[in-house]
């Protein structure tokens, strides 16, 4: 068996066997936090505690997955088997099979994902007669989302005058309303949508003081990752289920503290030393993860916020390449840049494609990224953004799948009732919907029953006949999920219910894709029904497939092939670590954003989030800007991100600063390999001509620059010791 303990640092190995009572390790980017929890938990098994006991909570699913591994490579598979660990919504889901039926859900209940729950709420507003313009689905969704996620239920909501008022301030005195016929309706369904999740684990947890304590007793020692990014419902689920034994380790950074817009509070940090007066603090300063540059340079960013809590961040790690700082002239350019980077330090540095990152603030700016990369046949993989599971095809599939084990799950219903189209028209389905909202009852008994309501709702003995042959293609799967594994029946109904059939019909390059993606996802339950049969505790059902991709976040890429480089959001970045990480489009309204800008609170926000994508290089970091950006459909001009003037200009090295007088007269100054082969066409005038003024007054390199450049790529004052290396690596 490894010796764990030797892998850990003095403090490191406290917080380890520190294993009774609440401690908490609020530390640094990189100073091992993650590594304390996984090596905590070993420690756990190592001492004779049952796996069966130990929870740990994660930021994505895959972050679980590889801490599991990594522990059971210490004590073995067979004692690591029984852990829970996964995300909150992951894990509460799982509990929530056993125990939602309290709460009047069925346990096989359907998870809406925000596509669903959009399309729910369309409909809400629509039938309600509400302006979309002022009452968009997203922000309402949005709005619910945070009364959920403060456990402010409908009933609270209409007791709560404040909020009311607040509502109705904002143009939206029907909230309230839409509130309930939202929660109503995912009710009817037998749906929840994700921060049900953790709602209803909220609510059994407060009503039912014999499954707290059943979860109490199994859950005897607790652990959760990325503390600072927990939002309020989290945190009480955590404390509920903790308040027995305590034996609880939280570990974050305030400093990467970067969903506040999703409802994170910081405040969670300070309340656990309130709840745990007694509580055992260990502060980890030292940083294995980055050169001494990157680390400093980050240390530098994070000084300028003024929320937080003080933290001396080192490292004895090398020194390391300064940022290099590049100036693109359009999106295009920056992304040329990157790829011909990525492409020589490959070769010179021998590195592989998984060891580079390109980090960015909106899933938009990867297309520029993408196109660069494939023209250099780099192999590249795409985080987040539009996932598999979100493609039309797998959603009608997966509408087929849900259907079976839940009927009552309306948007399923909906999706697969005329698709592949059987004759079942849109008049049809109003007139089934309206029944449905008379008779009290769920839209699948009316299609099951719709000989007995067909005369009174005025439904013809044709349509009639279509709804009653696609309620008994469904029941015939539903018997038939009794009897056989799940992939003979998906298998059995993509064919039945004419689906490949239809995607077969379609020649074109993007039928084709889809009846592959389709083909994947049929492989995929294949792999998980054998995964699962292996497994002693597997669960190799169909709610168990659809529970996976439901939950499955963005940061769980499903591409088996991980040697590729990672394009990604730095949202979605958080915990990862990687040699070479390119920060691109560090401009003025994209990063941060322009959203974010208004309020010093908001900006701080973006501000962590430019230390999280920072601190996510091991060896070399670069920052990239452009002065123009293809966006919203036209070419844009771009100023310099104010924090390019933030980090301290003694860890950068500017690579390729075009002055003004040169940006002025004709481009013949600049590379003619920076406009490249896209036919880009330098627009007349730069506005970042303030930006980068205002820049030239903090940074010494620019102000040096100004009056007359030697040439266009030049050093910061006083620097000489790297200056060869980095021409060379120019
Ligand atoms: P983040 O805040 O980004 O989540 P973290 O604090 O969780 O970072 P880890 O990811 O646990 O940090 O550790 C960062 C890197 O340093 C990892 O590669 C880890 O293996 C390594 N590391 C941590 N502690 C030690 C140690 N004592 N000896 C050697 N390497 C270590
Ligand atoms: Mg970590």
Same mark, same amino acid.
């Given at each position: ?6 892998? &850990? ?27 304390? &929890? ?45 852990? /829970?660990?996964?995300?909150?919504? =992951? !894990? ?5 099979? !056993? ?22 709420? =369309? ?59 939202? !929660?109503? *309706? ?25 499954? $707290? ?16 990014? @927990? ?11 903790? %308040? ?51 680390? #400093? ?45 990525? /492409? ?20 938009? #700016? ?89 005369? @009174? ?43 490949? *059939?239809?995607?077969?019909?379609? %020649? ?32 190799? %059902? ?71 994508? $920072? ?11 452009? !002065?123009?950006?293809?966006? /919203? ?20 090295? /500017? ?64 620097? @000489? ?10």
């Amino acid at each position: 068996m490894e010796n764990y303990l030797d892998l &850990l640092n003095e403090p490191q190995r406290k917080a380890v066997e520190a294993t009774e009572g609440p401690v908490m390790v609020i530390a640094g980017a990189g100073s091992g936090k993650t590594r304390v &929890l996984t090596y905590r938990i070993a420690h756990l098994l190592n001492k004779g505690v049952d796996s069966f006991n130990i929870l740990s909570l994660t930021f994505t699913n895959k972050a679980a997955k590889e801490m599991k591994e990594r522990i059971a490579n210490v004590v073995g598979h067979s004692e690591a088997k029984n852990l /829970w660990m996964g995300t909150f919504h =992951s !894990v509460f889901a799982r509990m929530l099979r !056993v125990e939602a039926p309290l709460l009047g859900y069925p346990s096989d209940f359907t998870i809406y994902d925000q596509q669903d729950a959009v399309s729910v709420m =369309s409909k809400i507003i629509t039938e309600m007669n509400l302006d979309k313009d002022i009452y968009k689905p997203k922000q309402v969704l949005g709005r619910i989302s945070q009364y959920k996620n403060n456990l402010i239920t409908v009933r609270a909501y209409h007791n709560n005058q404040a909020l009311i008022e607040a509502d109705a301030e904002a143009m939206k005195p029907r909230m309230g309303d839409i509130y309930r016929a939202y !929660v109503d *309706r995912c009710f009817k369904s037998g749906a929840m949508d994700f921060d049900d999740l953790l709602l209803r684990t909220n609510e059994i947890l407060t009503r039912f003081p014999e499954v $707290l304590s059943k979860y109490q007793e199994r859950f005897k020692y607790i652990m959760v990752d990325e503390y600072q990014d @927990t939002n309020h419902s989290q945190y009480l689920i955590v404390k509920a289920l903790a %308040s027995r034994y305590e034996n609880i380790c939280v570990v974050g950074d305030d400093a990467q503290s970067i969903y506040a817009f999703r409802g994170a509070n910081i405040r969670n940090i300070l309340s656990f030393k309130q709840d745990y007066p007694d509580a055992q603090l260990y502060p980890l300063e030292q940083n294995y993860r980055s050169s001494q540059n990157i680390v #400093q340079a980050a240390n530098t960013i994070i000084a300028h916020n003024q929320d937080q809590l003080e933290k001396n961040v080192w490292t004895s790690n090398e020194e390391g390449e300064k940022i290099a700082v590049y100036r693109a002239l359009s999106d295009a350019d920056e992304a040329r840049y990157i790829a011909s980077q990525i /492409w020589e330090r490959q070769i010179s540095d021998h590195l592989q494609p998984k060891d580079f990152a390109i980090l960015y603030r909106t899933n938009a #700016q990867s297309r520029a990224l993408e196109e660069a990369l494939r023209k250099r046949g780099i192999k590249y993989r795409v985080f987040g953004g539009t996932s598999f599971y979100q493609r039309k095809e797998i959603k009608d599939m997966v509408g087929y799948m849900r259907l079976l084990i839940n009927q009552n799950d309306e948007e399923a219903l909906l999706r697969t009732i005329n698709y592949p189209a059987r004759g079942i028209g849109q008049t049809t389905i109003s007139k089934l919907l309206v029944a449905a909202d008379q008779h009290q009852s769920t839209l699948f008994n009316i299609v099951e029953n719709i000989s007995m309501y067909a005369p @009174t709702i005025g439904i013809n003995a044709g349509t009639s006949n279509k709804l009653n042959d696609f309620a008994l293609l469904i029941k015939r799967f539903q018997v038939m999920l009794k009897t056989h594994d799940v992939y003979e029946v998906t298998m059995e109904m993509a064919k039945a219910t004419g689906l490949l *059939r239809t995607l077969k019909e379609d %020649s074109t390059p993007e039928g084709i894709s889809r009846l592959e993606n389709v083909q994947e996802l049929l492989n995929s339950i294949q792999g998980y029904v054998d995964e699962q049969k292996q497994l002693e505790d597997g669960d190799a %059902s169909l709610s168990g497939f659809l529970e996976n991709i439901a939950l499955a976040t963005d940061a769980d890429n499903t591409d088996e092939d991980d040697n590729q480089v990672n394009l990604m959001t730095v949202h979605l970045a958080k915990g990862l670590e990687f040699p070479v990480v390119f920060i691109a489009g560090l401009e003025e309204n994209l990063f941060p954003s322009m959203m974010a800008v208004n309020t010093r609170a908001e900006l701080e926000e973006e501000r962590r989030l430019f230390y999280v994508a $920072l601190t996510r290089a091991e060896k070399v970091a670069y920052f990239t800007y452009s !002065v123009s950006r293809f966006r /919203w459909g036209k070419i844009i001009d771009c100023e310099p991100s104010r924090f390019l003037e933030e980090v301290d200009s003694n860890y950068l090295d /500017w690579k390729n600063l075009h002055i003004p007088t040169q940006r002025n007269s004709n481009n013949s100054g600049l590379s003619a390999d920076l406009f490249g082969d896209d036919n880009y066409s330098a627009p007349a005038r730069y506005s970042s001509e303030s930006r980068e003024k205002s820049a030239a007054r903090q940074n010494p390199n620019i102000r040096r620059a100004t009056p007359t450049p030697p040439k266009a790529n030049f050093k910061p004052v006083g620097e @000489t010791k790297s200056t060869s290396a980095n021409t060379a690596n120019h």
